[in-house]
């Protein structure tokens, strides 16, 4: 299986302020299509959660153009330019390219 | 709207059976990536099981114990759970992939299942 790790644990940020969240993978996430199969998601506190970035840089719908995916093979970053009090909650990467579908143990993002 | 909505969660014992459902509105169990997602309380999120046509898939920790299934007359997705353990206890969600790669775009509320004696 494919093992999603994060960082940081937690992220303490104030509002306006940028932030930014790390995801690696075990083994490359770059397929032979030049995508990178690699999902972020947030879950709002009492939430379900949302998806927020998908195929490693693509924005979901309604997403704030603040936010933003980077990273290819096994690096990948989730960034907010700057950070709104709406944003709170914790952050998940995912990887598809293979099943079982793994997730990261998430980042939560909380205001200082 | 499109709308995911499961029940048949709740109390079981362990080692015990239980179905949960998801009815969708406005969109096809048929034909559409169909999965289920748990949370362990206060933990982070686990894939589980996704379904669509002859596509089917299960996380290592349930296979062999959970059925995923649809019925596509009541437009609904089912996760059917035996032999429960502690461990199961968890919010279920079910969520929607259009298609592949995936990404889920829909999710439910989710239903809790509680494994204890």
């Known amino acids: 299986d494919i093992v999603m790790t994060q960082s940081p644990l937690s992220l303490p940020v104030t509002p306006g302020e940028p932030a930014s969240i790390s995801c690696r993978s075990s083994q490359s996430l770059l397929h032979r299509n030049g995508n990178n199969y690699l999902d972020w998601y947030l879950q709002k506190p009492g939430q379900s959660p949302q998806v927020v970035i998908y195929?490693?840089?693509n924005r979901a719908s309604g997403v704030p153009d603040r936010f933003s995916g980077s990273g290819s093979g096994t690096d990948f970053t989730l960034k907010i330019s700057r950070v709104e009090a709406e944003d709170v909650g914790v952050y998940y990467c995912?990887?598809?390219?293979?099943?079982?579908?793994?997730f990261g143990g998430g980042t939560k993002v909380e205001i200082k | 709207d499109v709308q995911l909505v499961e029940s048949g969660g709740g109390l079981i014992q362990p080692g015990g059976s239980l179905r949960l459902s998801c009815t969708a509105s406005?969109?096809?169990?048929?034909?559409?990536?169909m999965n289920w997602v748990r949370q362990a309380p206060g933990k982070g999120l686990e894939w589980v099981s996704v379904i669509y046509s002859g596509y089917i898939h299960y996380a290592d920790s349930v296979k062999g114990r959970f059925t995923i299934s649809r019925d596509n007359s009541k437009n609904t997705l089912y996760l059917q759970m035996n032999s429960l353990r502690a461990e199961d206890t968890a919010v279920y969600y079910c969520?929607?992939?259009?298609?592949?790669?995936?990404?889920?775009?829909?999710w439910g509320q989710g239903t809790l299942v509680t494994v204890s004696s």
């Open positions: 406005e969109i096809s169990v048929s034909n559409n990536y």
């Open positions: 995912m990887q598809t390219l293979e099943v079982p579908l793994t």
């Open positions: 195929l490693g840089s």
């Open positions: 969520a929607r992939a259009k298609n592949y790669p995936f990404y889920f775009d829909y």
